[in-house]
């Protein structure tokens, strides 16, 4: 079995776009492969992050992971900073890479923006501790968006540097894992957008936790235009909104846009929002109400990351524990 790592920040409830596009796609690779999935709060804090609200966060995320389908008992569910190996790996990796690799790093441009000499240091090695978390584990396959196949590189890069450093062929190639067509969800307010957990407009977003009667008023309020659906997908191309709304349909029913329009072709767009708001209601409540009541009992649910860290920890331990062999680090004793 591959081993797959996959990490996600506690930035926020997490979206339909982040449901629909990855975390969905999670659950059954639980069955068909070795999984870790990591809450990694040591990303989040390359920028400023409240504490209260970190930890707040934090365990959102986890209830919100858990509701959506990850099982304990199947996989591994923990948080990064739980597990010292990140850490200390990362620094390890900071002295494999070079300064020229981290300076092609788009994310960082982007994120950093005009004042990046105001960015914190955190952000601009990320990509280390993006390989670290990778690494740690020995993972072989990593899902990722095409934002984050550039981190994917550099992390070979750094495994490949080490190995030819210390004369090894310790770490091994990581491989993106390629999980068929992921649904690429969009905003609601403007199609042309990815669906974002830091748009500053909540109406352009379903997050997971929103109630029945918050769905319909977005879904309601999403921009879309005075045609009536076509018959034909090709007909969307210049209709991004009407595009978007079609895919989600499709995405939440388990069937194809194809289809969706076969089955609304010439209807008006309030008929087909009251539709789609019916379908994602009827997705999405089982999982709201499993969330809300896993926040419920926070002991419980700190005790399965516990769980998960320990696992984690026992296989990142003897990993950590080669590597600083092979960098010549003095035993403990």
């Not at 959506?68 to 494999?96: M, Y």
């Not at 918050?214 to 595009?243: C, F, M, N």
Request: hydrophobic share 45%.
């Amino acid at each position: 079995m591959h081993r797959v790592f996959s990490g996600i920040q506690p930035s926020g409830v997490p979206t339909l776009g982040n449901y629909l596009g990855a975390i969905r796609n999670w659950v059954p690779m639980q069955d068909r492969h070795d999984c870790l999935f990591c809450i990694v709060d040591l990303h989040a804090i390359t920028v400023w992050q409240e504490p209260a609200q970190l930890l707040a966060q934090t365990r959102e995320m986890a209830a919100t992971l858990l509701a959506c389908g990850l099982d304990p008992k199947r996989c591994v569910l923990f948080v990064q900073s739980h597990v010292t190996a990140h850490a200390e790996l990362a620094w390890i990796f900071n002295c494999v890479a070079r300064l020229g690799w981290l300076n092609r790093m788009t994310q960082f441009k982007d994120k950093a923006g005009k004042d990046r000499e105001a960015a914190s240091a955190g952000l601009y090695v990320y990509p280390n501790l993006m390989a670290a978390d990778i690494l740690a584990y020995k993972a072989t396959s990593v899902p990722v968006g095409d934002d984050q196949r550039q981190h994917l590189e550099l992390a070979n890069d750094i495994a490949q540097k080490f190995n030819h450093d210390y004369g090894t062929e310790f770490f091994p190639r990581i491989e993106p894992f390629i999980q068929g067509v992921a649904a690429r969800v969009m905003s609601l307010r403007d199609g042309t957008k990815k669906m974002s957990k830091s748009d500053p407009s909540d109406q352009s977003r379903i997050n997971l936790n929103d109630d029945t009667d918050t769905i319909a008023l977005k879904i309601r309020r999403a921009r879309t235009d005075a045609e009536p659906l076509p018959g034909h997908l090709a007909q969307l191309e210049s209709r991004p909104e009407a595009r978007n709304l079609v895919g989600i349909l499709a995405a939440v029913t388990g069937t194809l846009p194809e289809n969706v329009l076969r089955e609304h072709e010439g209807q008006g767009f309030g008929a087909f929002k009251e539709v789609l708001t019916e379908a994602l209601v009827a997705h999405l409540s089982p999982i709201r109400a499993e969330m809300l009541r896993l926040l419920q009992d926070a002991p419980a649910l700190d005790a399965a990351l516990r769980q998960g860290s320990e696992r984690a920890e026992a296989i990142a331990r003897p990993v950590l524990a080669e590597v600083k062999r092979l960098v010549g680090f003095l035993p403990r004793g």
